[in-house]
């Protein structure tokens, strides 16, 4: 079976998680660049990373890269890629475009010319000087960089952040692909404990959860590659099928989470059960500083609030005082923050073992690492 080049797209800072995800998964690394990882694979593989990739934004099937500096470059060389392979006579094939530090620098221009190359590729192939684009949809993009374009359709659809199982949002949301990867940074595994003092609607329990259960994030939603006729139904049903099969139904996670938000309490013991994992949960309606620590060798992983709205930042560094306090009581624990507040070492007075940069969306945050002791062996057995 001939490889097909693919890309995940990542939030910065994630490449490398993303990059090791696929490592995991058994596929070749091409390339790894800000934004995005390239890998090969079959159409098998296509399926397995939309249902398997926790971090990673989306999976791209890369169609061609090329130079183009004029307008007819980029017409030529679209026009050149075998569209017809992937698109049938019927498929609906939008163009959205992006251009960084390229000649090429209108993106409805960009769009326009892709748009126009590959109707006029695939009515050549099909023998229509008309395409109806009344069947499935497969989703074109454009991305000119330094004059060098790359042309993907996208195979995911919906972000793949959209799990499926979070149909309301509290206040300022932690994408499940970010919660997902704070876990993955951390020392946390399923025979540990994990606590988020900050709670919300769950997205950091429900990702720990699913993982400690070996549970695919995408069991539960749809794809765009779903309707696309060189994949057949049977390789989709074949990988879900696979998915479920590998469930681990033995183990029993110790995932706690608290917050003093009801509503937003109310929404996570929703989203927790939506997903599955409702039964390895806890929920407690508390103050952190109210609440004692759940054992000993745990894993606290948390997103405070940061003060980003006016009249809230006294109150949230006075919060991350009271935090620094409870990181410091506990010896045995290992604990993560994530918050785009600058001064949160010097207000809580712990230096991180490792600060990384990522993104909450657009706002640049650190994640703040603090190792506690490995647990002894009587605690990870």
Known sequence: MSKLTMIATAAFGLEAVVKRELIDLGLTIRETENGRVTFEGTTEDLVRCNLWLRCAERVQLCMGEFV???FDELFEQTKA???????????????EGKSVKSTLFSISDCQAIVKKAIATRMGDRYGQGWLPEDGNLFPVQVALLNDRATLTIDT???GLHRRGYRDHHAPAPLRDTLASALVALSYWGPDRILWDPFCGSGTILVEAATRGLNMAPGLNREFAAQGWPRIGPEVWDRQRNDALDVIRRDVTLQILGSDNDD??????????????VGDHVKLVHSDFQSMTPPGDYGCLITNPPYGERMGELEQVEAMYRDLGVLLGSLETWSSYVITSHRGFERITGLKADRKRKLYNGRIQCNYYQYYGPRPP???RE
């Open 81 to 95: 890629l075998p569209w017809e392979e992937w698109i049938p006579v019927n498929g609906a094939f939008p163009v």
């Open 377 to 379: 062996r009587e605690h």
């Open 263 to 276: 509503k937003a309490l109310r929404l996570a013991r929703r989203h927790a059960h939506r997903a599955g």
């Open 156 to 158: 995911s659809g919906p």
């Open 68 to 70: 183009a500096r004029t």
